[in-house]
Nanobody
Framework: QVQLVESGGGVVQAGGSLTLSCAASMHVFSDYAMGWFRQAPGKGREFLAAISQNGGTTYYSNSVKGRFIISRNNAENAAYLRMNNLKSEDTAVYYC???????????????????WGQGTQVTVSS
């Protein structure tokens, strides 16, 4: 059974940084594009960033472009989200997802991806 497990969340002061990790258990991790999402209380799930299967192409939502960086290490079956200059509005549960199709599928808003993690809480204190 494939699992995605996020880690690295926690409480951080505004202006600080965190790096989230997503450990994947699928047999061929490089077959999957990876994406990061978040969901704040009372709001829908929001797309943040996506990366292609070989890591060569990335895409960001306007809300995090220039502050967050998505990356992956196919040899270690892991994806990452480096979050800089965090703001109180970044407080949410953060999820990673895997999709065997094109990485831009993460931007459609349909959230119909192959696998999801269970989420990790990020709280930004002001």
């Amino acid at each position: 059974q494939v699992q995605l497990v996020e880690s690295g969340g926690g409480v951080v002061q505004a202006g600080g940084s965190l790096t989230l990790s997503c450990a994947a258990s699928m047999h061929v991790f490089s077959d999957y594009a990876m994406g990061w999402f978040r969901q704040a209380p009372g709001k829908g799930r929001e797309f943040l960033a996506a990366i292609s299967q070989n890591g060569g192409t990335t895409y960001y939502s306007n809300s995090v472009k220039g502050r967050f960086i998505i990356s992956r290490n196919n040899a270690e079956n892991a994806a990452y989200l480096r979050m800089n200059n965090l703001k109180s509005e970044d407080t949410a549960v953060y999820y990673c997802a895997a999709d065997s199709g094109h990485f831009l599928r993460f931007t459609t808003g349909k959230h119909e991806h192959d696998y999801w993690g269970q989420g990790t809480q990020v709280t930004v204190s002001s």
